[in-house]
T-cell receptor, first 112, second 112 residues
Framework: QKEVEQNSGPLSVPEGAIASLNCTYS??????FFWYRQYSGKSPELIMF????GDKEDGRFTAQLNKASQYVSLLIRDSQPSDSATYLC????????????FGTGTRLKVLA | DADVTQTPRNRITKTGKRIMLECSQT?????MYWYRQDPGLGLRLIYY???????NKGEISDGYSVSRQAQAKFSLSLESAIPNQTALYFC???????????FGDGTRLSIL
């Protein structure tokens, strides 16, 4: 089992719709959770981070964390063609052994 | 100017050559990281450093070495390059171990 899993996609949504991206992780000791966006050939850029159970909103983006079920999700409201990219989930824990593990990413296509 | 600068941006070299990739940052972060990214495998941590005297192996350190010359500089070396080290390499920094990471623009390395 991979430590951080994402569906590779592509996930296609029409412009203006809500895109829902999901990520599951295996280690219950995970402490910090991050969503990065990566355009083809470019570097990852941070979208959201979340540390506590529940929802965290920032503009059109909402991160949702459920530690009991070991998943973290990213919702993108009013999706735009410029949101088309690969979204990487990352999970961090540092209890003895430091780990910062990235999922392989979900490719999102927003159709105009 | 970029906060995290990687040089070179592109490099083509031959098997057996020694290669150094350099990373410098102006963010004032103590923590620096080197990743490689391969299609379908995501970002994988090669080495990380929490300060100048603290350097640690990541999940795929074999065939690589690093040097932390100063708080702002972290170099990655391939002592004797081999074709399966062809990849996109990223340097990143963070303020603390559980904070978001900030990435450089990457180095595309091809080993023939």
């Amino acid at each position: 089992q991979k430590e951080v899993e994402q569906n590779s996609g592509p996930l296609s949504v029409p412009e203006g719709a809500i895109a829902s991206l999901n990520c599951t992780y295996s280690d219950r000791g995970s402490q910090s959770f991050f969503w990065y966006r990566q355009y083809s050939g470019k570097s990852p850029e941070l979208i959201m981070f979340i540390y506590s159970n529940g929802d965290k909103e920032d503009g059109r983006f909402t991160a949702q964390l459920n530690k009991a079920s070991q998943y973290v999700s990213l919702l993108i409201r009013d999706s735009q063609p410029s949101d088309s990219a690969t979204y990487l989930c990352a999970v961090n824990w540092d209890s003895g052994t430091y780990k910062y593990i990235f999922g392989t990413g979900t490719r999102l296509k927003v159709l105009a | 100017d970029a906060d995290v600068t990687q040089t070179p941006r592109n490099r083509i070299t031959k098997t057996g050559k020694r290669i150094m990739l350099e990373c410098s940052q102006t963010k004032g972060h103590d923590r620096m990281y080197w990743y490689r990214q391969d299609p379908g495998l995501g970002l994988r941590l090669i080495y990380y450093s929490f300060d100048v005297k603290d350097i640690n192996k990541g999940e795929i350190s074999d065939g690589y070495s690093v040097s932390r010359q100063a708080q702002a500089k972290f170099s990655l070396s391939l002592e004797s390059a081999i074709p399966n080290q062809t990849a996109l390499y990223f340097c990143a920094t963070s303020q603390t171990a559980d904070q978001p990471q900030h990435f450089g623009d990457g180095t595309r390395l091809s080993i023939l």
